[in-house]
């Protein structure tokens, strides 16, 4: 847990084995003391909106943990699903929604429950500045506005979708963006007034695209629930990174990047 | 080895093994997928499939603005390739590279080049919106624009080459003969490339009809606006695969009908 005191220790060994001249690599932190001192490789699965805050995990994980090695594998929760159910070795899988988790979970390959992790609210997104003036969900009505949403098939779609019907907002639409990326950079760009995304899509942009909060009783929440796997080839460590990641430190990092603690 | 023997003694009575193992290979680079496509096809739904108004829709746009952008390409890019092919001025090298880049350019980035010269906030579109109210992303007019700027190279290289073939003694005959420049234009120069015109015409309109990059990226993706053919496969892709295969089988059976068709009367004139 002490990553400060791990690293205190690191380094003379570093500065020892530079001094011998023959530098193999810091292989020799290993046994370092603790009785539970984590090993090996570890492959974490995570769906794609994940990459910003997951690598930031890797690395505090890591400093955590020097013995582990994190390696991300990001892609769309379905893909990874689909990945996990064939049998393709891993040994943490993270998913943007409950469906896909609750498909590997019925399927007998998770470790124990899956439990939710993070959650992702849907936001108002808007060039900077907000040069159309758009005060909530109405102004999507509004047909002298140029609109953008998500295309019905790809999930910021659904999400954004049901977000208006919940509102009674008939959007007039001008372009459905394939997906969120493409969103985002038309509206960055000002060529369209308003879109509805992640909360931690706005936030990727730093400051690029601006947010407006959508009211709470017609927001749509996407739960993110993690798993450690059944046939983990490093069941230790997948344990130990599945609580970090629901620790405060895992949460405090989750957060930065605009997730929500369930 | 036997049949290597047999070869040299009858040359030319049967292409080379290697050559026809080789070509067959390429064959099949294009084969292949197109069977791919038809085994995927859901063929007793497809007469529902081909019904549906994300079809009917996607193909009345894609007709439209893929012939509207080929006559705007006529229109525009055979003076451009006459003026290259006849008149000698400084940066001619440059500006035929210039015409050529749409051809290796990520269509992806001639869509996004444009909303930037173009775009509400671009360097061209902005003036021109506070003047004229004229929007050219998610409209139409964008889609033309963006088939346009990435199908008209096929015309302009076309026709310059032709021009820059075609023996000039003919039309400097029709001119000793007293005729105009402009009659020597139409009725010497125009009917000598003629081949070679259709040929750039049914290239550039097959491209156009093809397009895909640009016009996402430039015009985005609305039914009945600016979701052409190629849009509406990308998008059914993500989760309807039958209409997705079925919209694929029309964009293959209408190109491959005009260029089977025209290829055997023009290909020659390339």
């Known amino acids: 847990m002490s990553g400060h005191r791990l690293i205190v220790l690191a380094v003379p060994v570093v500065a020892l084995a530079a001094c011998a001249g023959t530098v193999e690599g810091p292989t020799s932190s290993e046994g370092d003391g603790t009785a539970t001192a984590l090993q090996g490789d570890l492959l974490v699965s995570a769906a794609a909106s994940l990459a910003d805050a997951f690598a930031e995990i890797e690395s505090a994980f890591e400093a955590a943990n020097p013995g582990v090695d994190v390696h991300l594998n990001l892609g769309s929760s379905s893909s990874l699903r689909q990945q996990v159910l064939e049998g393709a070795p891993g040994d943490v899988f993270a998913s943007a929604n409950t469906s896909n988790m609750d498909q590997v979970a019925e399927a007998g390959e998770t470790a124990g429950d899956p439990e939710i992790f993070a959650r992702n609210r849907m936001q108002i997104a808007l060039p900077a500045g907000n040069p159309a003036g758009i005060t909530g969900l109405e102004d999507l009505g509004n047909e002298d506005l140029l609109i953008g949403l998500c295309a019905e098939e790809a999930p910021c779609g659904v999400f954004g979708r049901a977000v208006l019907e919940n509102a009674g907002v008939i959007p007039l639409i001008d372009s459905n963006e394939p997906d969120v990326r493409a969103l985002l950079t038309k509206v960055e760009a000002g060529e369209l007034d308003a879109g509805i995304t992640y909360v931690t899509d706005v936030l990727s942009t730093g400051g690029g695209v601006e947010g407006l909060d959508i009211p709470e009783d017609v927001n749509v929440v996407a739960d993110y629930p993690i798993a450690a796997l059944v046939n983990a080839p490093n069941p230790d460590a997948a344990a130990v990174f599945v609580d970090f990641v629901l620790s405060e430190q895992g949460q405090a990092i989750l957060n930065g990047y605009g997730f929500s603690s369930p | ?270």
């Not at chain 2, 290597?4 to 099949?28: D, H, K, Q």
């Not at chain 2, 001639?110 to 506070?130: K, N, V």
């Open chain 2, 1 to 270: 080895m036997k049949d290597n023997t047999r070869e040299r003694r009858r040359p030319g009575r049967r292409p080379p093994a290697v050559l026809i193992i080789l070509g067959c290979l390429g064959l099949a680079v294009f084969v292949i997928p197109l069977a791919g496509l038809l085994a995927r096809t859901p063929w007793s739904d497809l007469p529902r499939l081909l019904a549906g108004d994300v079809v009917t829709d996607a193909l009345r746009l894609s007709l439209l603005t893929s012939v509207v952008a080929t006559v705007i390409a006529a229109l525009i890019g055979v003076p451009l390739a006459w003026l290259m092919a006849r008149v000698e001025f400084p940066g001619r090298a440059l500006i035929r590279g210039l015409v050529t880049l749409p051809l290796v350019l990520p269509p992806v980035v001639g869509g996004a080049a444009l909303l930037f010269a173009l775009g509400r906030r671009g360097l061209i579109g902005e003036p021109l919106g506070e003047a004229t109210g004229l929007l050219l992303p998610f409209s139409t007019w964008g889609v033309v624009l963006a088939n346009t700027f990435v199908a008209m190279p096929f015309l302009v290289i076309t026709v310059e080459g032709a021009l820059r073939n075609l023996d000039q003694r003919y039309e400097g005959a029709a001119a000793t003969l007293g005729a105009g420049r402009w009659t020597v234009l139409r009725r010497v120069t125009l009917p000598m490339i003629a081949p070679s015109l259709v040929a750039g015409l049914v290239l550039t309109w097959a491209r156009a009809l093809g397009e895909f990059g640009a016009t996402i990226t430039f015009a985005g993706n609305l039914q009945g606006r600016t979701q052409t053919l190629p849009l509406a496969v990308f998008v059914a892709l993500e989760s309807d695969r039958d209409t997705a295969v079925a919209l694929s089988l029309v964009m293959v059976a209408v190109s491959l009908a005009v260029l089977v068709v025209h290829r055997e009367r023009w290909w020659k004139a390339l």
